[in-house]
C-alpha cells in the first residue's frame, strides 16, 4: 500500500472535493482519497493506491475534474 499527499488549489466547495475525490477514484489501482478542503486556499488531497501514482496522471485527473491544479512545491 502506498500512500501519497498532495497539495492542491482551486477547490472552494464540498462539490470541488467531490469531484476530485471521484476523479482520482478512477485512477488505476487507487483505493482511497481523502480531501482536506481549504475553501479557496491549498487544500490537502490524499490517495492510497496499490502503486505510487505518477504526478502528471493525477494532474490530468484534477483538470478533468475542473479547474484544479498542483500546488507549486
Do not use: I, R
Not at 500500500?1 to 485512477?27: D, K
Not at 478542503?37 to 478533468?64: F, H, I, N, R, Y
Request: proline letters at 3%; hydrophobic letters at 40%.
Amino acid at each position: 500500500m502506498n500512500t501519497q499527499t498532495f497539495a492542491v488549489t482551486g477547490m472552494t466547495c464540498g462539490h470541488c472535493a467531490s469531484a476530485v475525490t471521484s476523479e482520482l477514484q478512477g485512477l488505476p489501482g487507487v483505493t482511497d482519497v481523502t480531501v482536506d478542503l481549504v475553501a479557496g486556499g491549498t487544500s490537502t488531497v490524499t490517495v492510497a493506491s496499490d502503486a505510487p501514482l505518477a504526478e502528471s496522471d493525477v494532474a490530468a485527473a484534477l483538470d478533468e475534474a475542473g479547474d484544479y491544479q498542483l500546488a507549486s512545491s
